[in-house]
């Protein structure tokens, strides 16, 4: 099935990560020049928590956004990780087996790009701490970054008390990623405290920035678009420097 606006391409897509899971996708293609060379991969908020690759406000927003950017082109993938929506599989609570969903979507958009793409990936939620630990598992294993991943998004980890007693596990690998990272918190997030919030980034290595909206809570209802925004200029700037990093 596709769809089709004046600004991308969209399509479903199925992605096989082992013989028991397979990813249920949407692929948003814009019509610029160049999309094949850049790439996101998005992941949603916990599934067993209502989270979903399509009906989630931030998602949603996330998607159009990127893939209809008119500063540079986008092939943006959003998937439903292993045992939700379309998705095969099953699904757990900590979010250990589902570093395999972000890496094989990862993996499945580059080679789909070519091999000189370069893929972003996005975390939301949930999704933040799932995505940050698996890529810092691949750099950890990989002794480095692969040359394919150019940045890690990270938006509302959700790294409070109650939080930690779920998703911990991913805190001890987010410290190993080595890519450009951006954070970005809101000051009245319900499930991670500002401090906790300055803790956790003063964990993760260089490169990183943050943004921190005093007046956002987990869930962005009614700045989605500000949201967004912060995450188009910023991968822009990103983008560019790896270009310029590149050229010399």
């Known amino acids: 099935m596709e769809e089709a606006t004046d600004d991308h391409v969209e399509r479903v897509v199925h992605i096989p990560v082992s013989p028991s899971v397979t990813l249920q996708a949407w692929l948003f293609q814009s019509r610029s020049a160049g999309a094949s060379e850049r790439g996101v991969v998005l992941m949603h908020p916990h599934p ?80 933040a701490a799932v995505c940050s630990s698996a890529i810092g598992q691949l750099c950890k294993n990989a002794g480095g970054v692969p040359p394919w991943l150019a940045a890690l998004v990270v938006i509302s980890y959700p790294a409070g008390f109650l939080s930690r007693l779920v998703l911990g596990c991913h805190l001890e690998p987010t410290k190993y990623v080595t890519v450009p990272k951006l954070f970005i918190h809101g000051g009245r997030d319900q499930f991670c405290s500002s401090g906790t919030f300055e803790w956790l980034f003063a964990q993760v290595q260089e490169p990183k920035d943050r943004v ?17 925004h912060t995450v188009c200029m910023w991968l822009q700037s990103c983008l560019a420097r790896r270009n310029l990093r590149n050229s010399q």
């Not at 996330?62 to 082109?73: F, G, I, R, V, W």
């Not at 979010?95 to 990862?106: C, I, K, Q, S, T």
């Not at 909206?213 to 500000?226: I, Y």
Request: glycine share 12%.
């Open 212 to 228: 921190f909206f005093p007046e956002a809570d987990h869930f962005w209802v009614g700045m989605e678009d500000e949201l967004a």
């Open 48 to 127: 067993k928590l209502g989270g979903d690759a399509r009906s989630n406000n931030v998602m949603s927003v996330l998607c159009t956004s990127l893939a209809s950017s008119k500063n540079y082109a986008l092939t943006v993938l959003s998937f439903n990780s292993r045992g939700h929506g379309g998705s095969t599989g099953t699904a757990t609570w900590r979010g250990e087996a589902e570093r395999e969903d972000v890496l094989g979507a990862a993996r499945w958009l580059h080679a789909r790009l070519g091999d000189s793409s370069a893929i972003i990936i996005i975390g939301y939620s949930f999704g």
